[in-house]
């Protein structure tokens, strides 16, 4: 089968797929976007218009999670699951909690990075939000350097481009280390990324954002 990614470098959604990929160690092509192709031709593969979105030959899969659940369903030489069901459980509740309360919340931030147009008050409760989402996830986490078992799994491919954006935004809001304030957390962030695969897509990150950041 031949795939394609459309990705982008900086985006968290699309790290979470690279992870995966690179860990499987599949033959992809990855396709930078804006650029790769005409903005008309992106828009023709899926409606939402958003990065990331797998072509597995003719089909075309949008949402990172779907993305992911797919690959790990078709690519099994490799498996980025548990092998519990307990187990499966709880990588799947991790990623969800970051989706639903790390990332969200994290989002809206990065639209209030201006301080000419800030909103101070959505910004308090949004910080409010991040923070009871991380302490939800210390919850979840043993210390260990996966977020489930003894391997990478998609709980880590989700969580660990999520907590790179908690580190990198919230010291523009004067919070210098949020993930510090919750050392389980902190503590899981910084063993995972000696993962090679993780560590790939970690540089990639840090390249973009730069960017980005016109740094």
Not at 164 to 174: D, E, H, R
Request: hydrophobic share 45%.
């Amino acid at each position: 089968m031949k795939y394609r990614l459309y990705n982008s470098d900086l985006s968290p959604f699309a790290a979470r797929c690279r992870i995966q990929i690179y860990a499987k160690g599949l033959d992809v092509e990855i396709l930078e976007m804006p650029g790769a192709i005409s903005a008309e031709e992106f828009a023709a593969l899926s409606p939402m218009h958003k990065v990331p979105i797998l072509a597995a030959d003719d089909l075309m899969i949008p949402e990172s999670e779907v993305i992911s659940e797919y690959i790990e369903e078709v690519e099994t030489a490799i498996s980025l699951m548990p092998d519990g069901a307990e187990e499966r459980a709880k990588a799947r509740l991790l990623a969800r909690l970051g989706d639903l309360y790390i990332m969200l919340a994290l989002g809206k931030l990065f639209g209030q990075i201006n301080p000419q147009g800030r909103d101070p008050e959505l910004v308090k409760y949004l910080f409010v939000e991040l923070d009871k989402g991380l302490g939800w996830l210390a919850h979840y986490l043993d210390g260990s350097k996966y977020a489930v078992g003894d391997k990478l799994s998609l709980a880590d491919c989700a969580l660990v481009p999520m907590l790179f954006f908690a580190s990198k935004i919230t010291p523009l809001f004067g919070r210098e280390c949020v993930l510090c304030e919750t050392p389980v957390v902190h503590n899981y962030y910084t063993q995972t990324l000696s993962d090679p695969a993780v560590a790939k897509v970690h540089d990639e990150l840090e390249k973009a954002f730069k960017e980005k950041m016109g740094g």
